[in-house]
Each structure stands twice: as C-alpha cells, then as structure tokens.
C-alpha cells in the first residue's frame, strides 16, 4: 500500500513538474543560453580539478619550465570562462523564473474571473489572495532555482566522478560507500517534504485570512475590544507557521549533516585504499590529490541535490495548488443566442433554489411577473431568499427547479454576456475600485464612454455636486474601495455607473438606510431618474422607500407569501401591514 501511493506520488509530480516546464517553453532562449552556462560552469570545475595532478606532479616535483608558463594563464582562463557561464546561469534562470512565476499569476488570476459565485462562496478569500501572493513565489523554486542546482551540481558530480575515474579507477571504489547512502538520504526526504509542504501552503492562506479579516474591520476591533483576541488567533496561526517552517529546516539540516558524515567516511576509505602496500609507490602525489579533491568537491553538490528536495516539494506543491484552480470549470454558459436589447418583460415560473455548498434551500417555488417598465419591490425578513432571486437574474446561480423567463423565452438559450449586458446593478455594499473617478463610473465594457457622457451620468446621479470639488474632478484617484470618499458619495457613483450602462433590468439593494438626510434626498432623485422607463426590482429594507412601487412582493422561508401594491397589501392585514406598523412606530419613536 505504501509504495503504491508513494507511486502515485511520482507520477503526480512528475506530471505537474512536467506541466510546469511546459511554462519555460515560452522563454526558450534564455533558458538555451541558462542551461549552456550550466555546462560549462561544472565543466570548468572538473577540468580545473583535473589539473592539479600536473600542477603538482609537473610543477613542484619535475619542475617542468612549459607548466610552470602555462598553468597560470590555464587557471585564469578556466575562472575567466566559468565566470561568465555562470552570470549567464544565473541571470537566465532569474529570467525564466520570474517570467514563468508572472505568467502562472496571470493564468491563476485569468481563472478566477471565469470562476462561477458558488467558488467564491465555499472558499475563504485569503486562500485566494495567498495563491497569487505567497503560491506562486514557491513555484520559481520549482520551476528554475531547483532546476539550476539540478543541472549544475549533477553536472558537477558527473564531471568530478570522470576526474577520479580518468585520474585512477582504483581509488574511485571508496565511491560505492557514498553513493548508495546519498540515494536513500534523498528518498526519504523526498517524502517528507512534500508532506510538510502542503501543510505550509494550506496554513499560508490562514495566515492570509486572518490579517485580512483584522484589517478589514479595524474599527469592529477596536470598538468591542477584540484586539487581545486577535492577536492570539493570529499568534497561533503564526506559530504553526513556524513549527512547519522549522521541520523543513530540521529536515533539511539532517540529511546536510547525514552526507557529510557519509562523505567523510568516503575520504577515508579513499586515503585508506590510496596508503595500502603496493598501491602508494604507484600513485603519485598529484593523481592522490586530484582524487581527493575531486571527492571533496562532490560532498558540496550531493549537499545541495538533496537539499533542493525542500524547494523542489515546495514548488510542486503549490504548482499542484495553482492548476488545480487554473483547471477549475469555468461559468456554464450553455447559452448560443445573443440578446440585443430586452423588453424588460422578466417571469419567474416555479422557481426553486438549493445551494449546493451546504443544501440550503434558498427559494421554493417562487412564481412573479414583473411588467415591462415597471417597479417590484421584495420585502421580508433577512434570509427569506430576496437576495437569492435577484442572483438568478445576471445567473450567478442557476435555478434547481423552474425557469425564468425573459421577454417570453427562457434565459439560459442566452450567452452570458449579452443577458448581462441587459442588467444594472446598484448593492447596498457599494464596490468602487482603486482608479479614478471616472474610470469607476465608465467601468469595464464602457471604458470607450466620453467624457461627455461620464459628466451627464454624475449629473443625472446628483454626483457631480461633490466630484467638481476633488482636487482633479473626474481624475481624481478614490482609493481603494472609494474609501476617500463618504457613503452617500460611492452610492452616487454606484448610481451613475448604473446611469451610463443604460441597460433596461434594474437591480437595486436599499442603500440609503445609513445615510444622512441631505444624502438619501439626493440618492432617492437620482434613483427616481435611473428607474424611469426600466424594469426595476428593489430590494427594499424601508417600507417608505417603496410605497410607489407597482408591486409588492412580502417573501418568507423562500415562498412569496403577498403580492400587490402598498395600499392593498395594507388593507389585506398580513405579514406587509405588521411590518409596516413595526417601521411605523420605530419611526415615531425615533423621532
């Protein structure tokens, strides 16, 4: 059983590291002039190695006047030579690994914009951060550094083992002890490795929740006296870290120590073959030493071949991570007609929701019809699926059961780029992004809009009251998340935004509950405008806000329990009229 899965382990590497140099491919020029310089840089060495039986033998013993002229000018040749093979190495594989570390960034960042929203719903937004942030640095590891200590210290102990075979084979023999202990050293380790590496990157990502989390809501810290709290979960989060760390380094100290005291056993069963009677009157002090030497230099790189187990598990641990989220199926989108422009006729027949990621049933059986150009307004309780069916719109989920229709034709039969081009979207959590003012109101496919056009939608939005003051108008940078400016300011925004989309399906989530008076009056306009001769779903969280609305409907435990307008669902006495008597006297009281 165990060495089926170690394997399977194999194989599973091998396949991922494969798929990883796959990536190098696209750099193949500086990887070429990268691994010519991983040639000729051990070969330098083993060629330096190798002189040193005529350097001493020619040189101090025979005193040879030809090599004592030209060794000098052979050593600086060979330094001079290996030095620029080795820039070239290094500078190459710095190349190729950055490149291929940015290009996986890019494919794994490519990967989440085509996730559906059920990822996103079942995965902590750190783990998400952490692949791009933490991730995808341990893949260079994998993808050039380990590569480089590979071809060059193998390189390094091919030339050096020819070295002692060339200069005696005899002595070479004190090489069966070393070599078969390093082989096992580098199994085991191998092993233990990759176990403690997936256990650092799934930690990574903790590590990446918690300090969001905590920056996030830095105020909710302060206010309610979580810091102590905090900075414990985040002390055991970073401590484990740490254990996981030290076991790599534990690890990687033990199979360092393990070859060294293998190699010294080696050196000295290498003098001991080398001093036997009969053997030492026929082996000169140059050949001994160009033997030993060249023994010596091994014990560094068989160091280094087992100690690139570390970075090479790493590396193909994440790699592993990376493309298994690159491989993730994209939005089904079984959709093969373009929408042009909708009627904003919208029907939902039989309707039913089941999340899949925890078999929560979100809708059961909604059935509503929302006119063209006209005004539905959801109501109920938190978690009585108000959200839920708006997501159905845009499909960020497909219904379990039922169908939605569309102009009197089912959705899905519509790509989803063109269904969504027919959808305005203003939440209640307003999302802004870190550019300008103009950039986040002329946002993605209307990027093209003049300028001309941005100014009348923040006119129609009641914004450009406020962005006229910015230091640079329009071109004035937000921040992130618009936190530069106040909440009525990112809703209008958010509004004109929705304004210069022009699309004919509105989606609103009340957002004015938190504003200030001046700020919901200005807010509550424009939104009177955007809603103007478009099919509109509100979302509504105050019962004043939709008095007007042509339609109703009170939800409860995913059902439409009441459907009418305002002054016939009050007349009716039901779930609407008692919370409109609740808002009523918490409105009086308030004031």
């Known amino acids: ?94 190349y190729v690994g950055r490149n291929v570390v940015q290009a996986i960034r890019i494919d794994v960042f490519a990967a989440y914009l085509r996730l559906p929203s059920t990822f996103f719903a079942k995965e902590p937004s750190g783990q998400q951060i952490s692949r791009i942030t933490y991730t995808s640095e341990q893949v260079a590891a994998a993808s050039s550094d380990s590569l480089k200590v590979a071809v060059t210290e193998s390189l390094t102990v091919v030339g050096l083992l020819t070295v002692m075979l060339y200069q005696s084979a005899y002595l070479a023999m004190a ?78 100290a033990a199979s360092s120590a393990t070859i060294q005291t293998v190699g010294a056993m080696a050196l000295a069963v290498l003098v001991f073959l080398g001093t036997r009677p009969g053997v030492i009157e026929t082996i000169t002090p140059g050949v001994f030493t160009a033997v030993l030497t060249a023994m010596g230099g091994m014990l560094p790189s068989l160091k280094r071949l087992a100690g690139i187990q570390s970075n090479l598990q790493k590396g193909v641990s994440a790699a592993e991570d990376l493309f298994a989220i690159i491989d993730e199926p994209p939005e089904v989108d079984h959709g093969t007609e373009e929408f042009g422009r909708t009627r904003g006729d919208i029907r939902f027949e039989n309707v039913r929701l089941v999340y899949e990621r925890n078999a929560h049933v979100a809708l059961r059986g909604v059935d509503l019809v929302c006119a063209p150009g006209t005004v539905t307004a959801l109501v109920g309780r938190s978690g009585s699926g108000k959200s839920s069916l708006v997501s159905l719109l845009p499909r960020f989920y497909e219904p379990t059961e039922g169908r939605i229709l569309i102009d009197g034709r089912d959705y899905a039969q519509y790509t989803l780029a063109s269904l969504r081009r027919q959808i305005a979207w203003v939440g209640q959590h307003v999302v802004l992004f870190d550019d300008t003012v103009a950039a986040n109101i002329a946002y993605g496919e209307m990027a093209g809009a003049s300028e001309a056009e941005i100014v009348a939608a923040a006119q129609a939005a009641n914004a450009m009251e406020f962005i006229e003051r910015l230091p640079e108008g329009l071109n004035t940078r937000i921040g992130q998340g618009g936190n530069s400016l106040s909440g009525g300011q990112r809703q209008r925004l958010a509004i004109a935004r929705a304004i210069l989309k022009n699309a004919p399906v509105l989606v609103l989530d009340e957002a004015t509950s938190a504003l200030d008076t001046e700020s919901e009056r200005l807010i509550q306009d424009a939104l009177t405008r955007l809603m103007r001769d478009r099919t509109t779903l509100v979302i509504a969280h105050r019962l004043s806000t939709i008095e007007h609305a042509d339609q109703i409907a009170v939800m409860e435990q995913g059902r439409i329990i009441e459907l009418g307008t305002h002054r016939e669902l009050l007349d009716m006495g039901g779930q609407y009229a008692a919370l409109h008597r609740m808002q009523f006297h918490e409105q009086a009281a308030a004031g």
């Open 1 to 94: 059983m165990s060495t089926q899965k170690v394997t399977v382990w194999d194989i599973r590497t091998w396949r991922t590291y494969k798929r990883l140099l796959g990536y190098t491919k696209r750099f193949r020029t500086a990887g070429i002039i990268a691994i010519i310089g991983m040639i000729i840089d051990p070969a330098c060495l083993s060629l330096f190695t190798n002189l040193l039986q005529p350097l001493i033998d020619n040189l101090f013993i025979a005193r040879d006047p030809h090599t004592i002229f030209w060794m000098p000018i052979w050593i600086i040749g060979i330094f001079a030579v290996r030095g620029i093979a080795s820039y070239c190495t290094d500078y190459g594989i710095a």
């Open 175 to 252: 090489l069966l002890v070393l070599v078969p202990c390093v082989v096992v050293i580098v199994t085991v380790i191998s092993r233990r490795y990759r176990k403690i590496s997936k256990r650092i990157q799934g930690n990574m990502g903790t590590v990446t929740s918690a300090v969001e989390e905590a920056v996030a809501a830095n105020r909710e810290v302060r206010i309610y006296g979580g810091q102590a709290y905090e900075g414990a979960r985040f002390h055991e989060i970073a401590d484990r870290q740490r254990r996981l760390n030290l076991k790599v380094s534990a690890t990687s």
